[in-house]
């Protein structure tokens, strides 16, 4: 079945750096790829997504790129600042009709 | 505010007991998704609803079960509760029209305690 792999499943930087998370899905007949952010105890909340017909979406200091020939999408944080931290979830799903598979998340920690 | 509600926040109770949790989707939203997570976790799927009829099966235990009313609220009722089921279940809630977003709004979730 559908699967989503994400890397690093920790990662550390400094405050002002960028933050890069990647994820790999393993049906090519996915087209929608959410990212959710997940503070501590809280819901995840959807802070970007893109479609297959698109190669990059950005909002603000955030961006997420897609290769379909390759099976990967990545999301790119610039600037980081203390509240970036959290956990990040990337996931696939191939119609608005089916389900949408999780990556097991990434824990970010942006150090002031 | 996602506009997803959930009841009840918290559950505390005891090891073979059943609970009943429940979910409001978003206003005009067909699709309902429940999720398990555990500690440390990532988002387990369970179950998905969609204009009342179960949609796609996940994970779920066959001591879980979930339905769809047909004002679009929906309940997961998990029984004989081992300490293992300790997490926070979420739901989620898209439109799923044709065309329509395929954004999932999640509720603040309902954290379940089995001692």
């Known amino acids: 079945g559908e699967n989503v792999e994400q890397h690093p499943s920790t990662l550390s930087v400094q405050e002002g750096d960028s933050a890069v998370i990647k994820c790999t899905y393993s049906d090519s007949a996915s087209n929608y790829f959410p990212w959710y952010k997940q503070e501590l105890g809280k819901r995840p909340q959807l802070i970007i997504d893109?479609?297959?017909?698109?190669g990059e979406k950005k909002d603000q200091r955030i961006a997420v790129t897609l290769n379909k020939t390759a099976k990967h999408f990545s999301l790119h944080i610039t600037e980081t600042q203390p509240e970036d931290s959290a956990v990040y979830f990337c996931a696939a799903r191939k119609t608005s009709y089916d389900k949408v598979i999780f990556g097991p998340g990434t824990s970010l920690s942006v150090i002031p | 505010d996602s506009g997803v509600t959930q009841t009840p926040k918290h559950l505390i109770t005891a090891t073979g007991q059943r609970v009943t949790l429940r979910c409001s989707p978003r206003s005009g939203d067909l699709s309902v998704y429940w999720y398990q997570q555990s500690l440390d976790q990532g988002l387990q799927f369970l179950i998905q609803?969609?204009?009342?009829?179960?949609?796609a099966k996940g994970n779920i235990l066959e001591r879980f079960s979930a339905q769809q009313f047909p004002d679009l609220h929906s309940e997961l009722n998990l029984s004989s509760l081992e300490l293992g089921d300790s997490a926070l279940y979420f739901c989620a809630s898209s439109p799923q029209v044709a065309g329509g977003s395929d954004t999932q709004y999640f509720g603040p979730g309902t954290r379940l305690t089995v001692l």
């Open positions: 893109i479609r297959s017909n698109v």
């Open positions: 609803y969609y204009n009342g009829e179960e949609r």
